[in-house]
């Protein structure tokens, strides 16, 4: 499905990217691991098409087309999504508002008819129970005065409502609660199908406790340095890092 | 700057939608002011004898003023001999008693922009006087508001068959000698619209009018009154959009307000003026005078505005809260796009006991747009327990723009309580970034994160108006994406 070869990018002139290889094929669950600064965060946003980072080398397939020459809304319509690290604030727009324009863009791509508001509404609320949000949600504007754990809750439950053939998951354990952990992990868990694939870039092992990722990496200056299966984060989590860039290194 | 921010800019250079010249000759007199002009405007108007002693008033007055310089505007000077104060449709002679009668290529520069006159009317139920140049030429749903005793018609109409109440309310909100282009305009008005809703009545339809500035030099001079008796209750909507073309046009109306006891006055406004192009070559100046007078106890007047247009705003729609609990409201949103200017704000000035005020202010700056807001609370020493709340935010959209705030306060009451709250933010990369990877495009993103900004102004339009509001904000912001 995601095919990254030898990507190099940059960041205000400084190379992030160092030929970073990476296959993700339908129904996988990949963890991304890794030091603070080794280029996670970054490549989850390339892969958005988010502005500001220079690809200076190598290629991305997504289902056969060349992710890097789409805008982001055109990655989107065609199943990518971002599950960001610090979801933003829109003041004054809905976010039922956002989520329907979001969710027609994308049926309208696939020559699917648009639907209405209260076919819509049916979809999000029974999505919002699973997530455990709130019904005052549909009252709000785009995650404004939203806690940490609501706004991370709130990209998830966009996730379930769009369900995206690619998601990535940037941090998206970061400042959470167990329990909210726990409801998180539920909706990842709820899009897992053989169709589905999903990229999870996180610091710590406890949000690979509740979802049992296929393929765990680490990632260290830029590049991929060692992949293997769930033993590897628990390993990860007992020795840290250092064992794994002393054995790249050698 | 980023490729968004580009896009940004890019969607900035949206083209004025309306900018079309429709051909109907008109009858003009030559350019220049002095009495005889003045004269030869009440002469034309079959005017009664006090209206043209208080034009004369006012042109003798204007001539000892000076054009105010104090707002934050840059603009040539304007030389008032070049202007031509009257101009009229020239079927005037026989005007319409239908719509059937009306030329129809007047309707069909309404159709242009988006104002089917008959089907509008029919439609929503908004009886709709028209003004195109400066006379007015299609009034309709007169009857039924005639039946619930309610008088909307042109204002020259008005002097004719309502003298008694033209003589005793105008000017008694905006005195003949207020300023400088509110004194002009009392000298050189040439029409507008009248409304008279009388004790008790709740006014049956929103009331519309729609201006249009066509003759090419030709300053538009208008008046508007509008007079809620005790316990009445209006809610008038005005809208506007000017043909393209290349010379400033001067535009200095005047709009008075009377609510008396208990009376509620909406006054909504959508203006769209040509604002001038890319480059800020052309477009209209803008100087209007609006006031309304909180005359009676429980009295409330509410002012909603959303100003697209115009090279040049200078507007502080405001209110006299003289009553005492009588309430005044300013909502608004005002673009500065290209090279449009705007200085605007408003004016709450407490002068009975309990009297309440409400400001809410957006203002979004585009391309090298400067926009001003401009305000006063003013609380007289007898305005026990006075409230105000004001809340100004404005809205970047490029790096080259500016948004400005000049608040005053002058409070004489100590019970008084005056807050005010002011934001500055700019249209984020990573608001676009996140809608955009959501699957909208930019243009749609752009709209929805400026939409969700004026929210709080939109939501006090009626609700027609609110979605012309929305489309207008699109239209005027938008470009071609590439």
């Not at chain 1, 002139?13 to 990949?30: F, N, P």
């Not at chain 1, 509740?210 to 984060?233: E, N």
């Not at chain 2, 030559?30 to 079959?46: C, F, H, M, Q, T």
């Not at chain 2, 959209?397 to 309580?417: D, I, Q, R």
């Amino acid at each position: 499905m995601l095919s990254i070869k030898n990507l190099h990018a940059r960041v205000e002139g400084r190379e992030i990217l160092k030929g970073l290889d990476l296959e993700v094929k339908a129904g996988e669950v990949h963890a991304i691991m890794g030091p603070n600064g080794s280029g996670k965060s970054t490549l989850v946003h390339i892969l958005a098409g988010r502005d500001g980072y220079e690809v200076t080398a190598g290629s991305v397939t997504y289902l056969g087309m060349d992710l890097l020459s789409m805008p982001p809304e055109e990655r989107a319509r065609a199943g990518v999504f971002l599950a960001f690290q610090y979801p933003v604030e829109i003041p004054g727009v809905n976010n039922v508002y956002l989520l329907k324009a979001a969710y027609n863009a994308i049926r309208k791509q696939r020559g699917e008819p648009q639907m209405d508001a209260m076919d819509f509404l049916t979809v999000v609320k029974a999505k919002m129970q699973f997530m455990g949000i709130d019904p005052s949600f549909l009252n709000r504007a785009v995650n404004e005065g939203f806690s940490g754990g609501e706004k991370k809750r709130n990209e998830i439950l966009q996730m379930l409502v769009l369900e995206p053939r690619l998601a990535l998951l940037d941090e998206t354990d970061s400042g959470l609660d167990i329990d909210a952990l726990k409801i998180v992990a539920q909706g990842i868990n709820k899009l897992r199908s053989p169709e589905h694939a999903m990229v999870m870039v996180t610091h710590y092992q406890r949000l690979l406790d509740y979802v049992q990722p296929d393929v765990v990496h680490v990632l260290a200056d830029g590049r991929i340095i060692k992949s293997g299966d769930k033993q590897l984060a628990l390993e990860l989590e007992r020795r840290g890092y250092d064992w794994v860039l002393a054995e790249a290194a050698a | 700057m980023t490729a968004e921010n580009q896009n940004v800019e890019k969607l900035m250079r949206g083209e004025y939608r309306h900018g079309f010249v429709t051909d109907i000759e008109s009858d003009t007199v030559a350019p220049g002011l002095n009495e005889d002009v003045v004269r030869l405007i009440s002469v034309k108007k079959n005017e009664p004898q006090f209206m043209l002693d208080w034009r004369l008033k006012a042109y003798r007055r204007w001539t000892e003023m000076q054009e105010p310089q104090w707002a934050h505007l840059q603009y040539p000077p304007i030389d008032y001999q070049a202007i031509s104060y009257y101009s009229a449709p020239k079927s005037k002679a026989n005007a319409p008693k239908s719509l059937a009668e009306v030329d129809p290529k007047l309707l069909e520069t309404y159709e242009k922009l988006g104002v089917p006159l008959h089907e509008r009317a029919k439609l929503a139920g908004v009886a709709v006087d028209a003004v195109f140049d400066s006379v007015s030429v299609a009034t309709t749903f007169r009857n039924k508001l005639a039946e619930a005793g309610v008088i909307f018609c042109p204002f020259s109409e008005a002097v004719q068959q309502h003298p008694e109440l033209v003589e005793k309310y105008l000017g008694s909100v905006v005195p003949y000698s207020d300023n400088f282009f509110a004194t002009l305009n009392s000298a050189v008005f040439s029409d507008g619209s009248f409304v008279f809703v009388p004790s008790g009545v709740r006014c049956p339809m929103e009331l519309s009018t729609y201006f249009r500035i066509n003759a090419a030099n030709t300053g538009q001079f208008e008046r508007t009154l509008i007079i809620a008796e005790e316990g009445a209750y209006v809610s008038y909507l005005e809208g506007c959009t000017a043909p393209m073309r290349d010379e400033n046009q001067l535009h200095a109306a005047v709009v008075e307000l009377v609510a008396l006891e208990n009376a509620q006055i909406k006054y909504s406004t959508v203006q769209n003026w040509y604002p001038g192009d890319e480059r800020g070559v052309g477009g209209i100046y803008n100087f209007v005078t609006k006031r309304g007078d909180c005359r009676g106890a429980n009295s409330r007047i509410s002012w909603t505005q959303v100003e697209t247009g115009s090279a040049i705003t200078w507007k502080y729609p405001s209110v006299l809260l003289k009553g005492d609990n009588s309430i005044g409201e300013f909502y608004s949103v005002a673009v500065a796009n290209h090279y449009q200017q705007a200085d605007t704000g408003t004016k709450m000035i407490h002068i009975g006991r309990n009297t309440k005020s409400t400001i809410v202010s957006k203002g979004i700056s585009a391309g090298h747009g400067q926009n001003s807001y401009r305000g006063l609370v003013k609380v007289l020493a007898g305005a026990e327990n006075a409230r105000n709340y004001t809340q100004c935010d404005s809205l970047l959209m490029s790096g080259l723009c500016g948004a400005h705030t000049f608040p005053y306060m002058e409070v004489k009451n100590p019970t008084a309580k005056v807050e005010h709250e002011a934001t500055t933010s700019k249209i984020s990369d990573d608001q676009l970034f996140y809608c955009r990877s959501r699957g909208i495009d930019t243009e749609d993103a752009v709209n929805m994160i400026v939409s969700g900004f004026c929210k709080d102004v939109f939501k006090e339009l009626p609700m027609e108006f609110a979605v012309e509001a929305q489309r207008l904000l699109a239209v005027t912001l938008e470009g071609a994406v590439g």
